[in-house]
């Protein structure tokens, strides 16, 4: 009877390293790519969060537009001024569009009846102030939204039969901002038009 052989089977030197080599490419382009997914998860999260707290404070704009009267449009400088928010009667147009706003309170739950009840929205160091009254203004964005640009723009300001205005006054915001938290350079665009809701008589 002859001996069995018995052969070492096993891989040669050469087919451990291209096994090495292979294993090392497909983990590399794998990892490269789990990173840009990451990256990219969180700047649509970025983008996710400014686009939300911009809608929240043109809404949060347009509640308290559409309940209040006599639209003044104007410079940030001057929506803000004490010749302003003293005023009870400040009214004014502003067909091509400003920086700010201002409009009386309709009731007296914000500014407390004080003075002439007027609360000012303006633009300024990128990004949206509310002022109420003679008070300090605030921002009503977050820090992770920049604003690039905001206008208002305001038609049929003056009473009827005070002047030759014959419409309802409605104001038109735009708001255009980037996410501040994130290197994307996306914009976002909002604009709404709201009209007074009481009758401007």
């Known amino acids: ?114 003075g002439a009840k007027r609360i000012a929205y303006y633009f300024s160091n990128d990004t949206l102030w509310r002022k109420v009254g003679g008070n300090v203004a605030e921002p009503i964005v977050t820090n992770d939204v920049r604003l690039t640009n905001a206008r208002f723009v305001v038609t049929g300001a003056a009473p009827l039969g005070t002047s030759t205005d014959i419409v309802q006054p409605t104001v038109t915001i735009l708001l255009e901002a980037q996410s501040s938290t994130t290197d994307s350079t996306k914009s976002f665009t909002l604009q709404s038009t709201v009209t007074q809701r009481s009758l401007d008589l």
């Open 1 to 114: 009877m002859k001996p069995i052989k018995l052969h070492n089977a096993g891989f040669t030197l050469v087919e451990m390293l291209v096994s090495l080599a292979l294993f090392t490419i497909i983990a590399t382009m794998a990892v490269g790519t789990l990173l840009v997914l990451i990256s990219g998860n969180a700047r649509v999260v970025g983008e996710q969060t400014a686009l939300t707290t911009l809608s929240f404070a043109l809404d949060s704009m347009t509640r308290e537009i559409r309940t209040g009267s006599e639209y003044y449009c104007d410079t940030a400088t001057q929506v803000g001024s004490s010749a302003v928010y003293n005023s009870a009667t400040a009214a004014q147009n502003c067909i091509n569009g400003d920086v700010g706003l201002s409009f009386r309170e309709a009731g007296e739950s914000i500014t407390n009846g004080t």
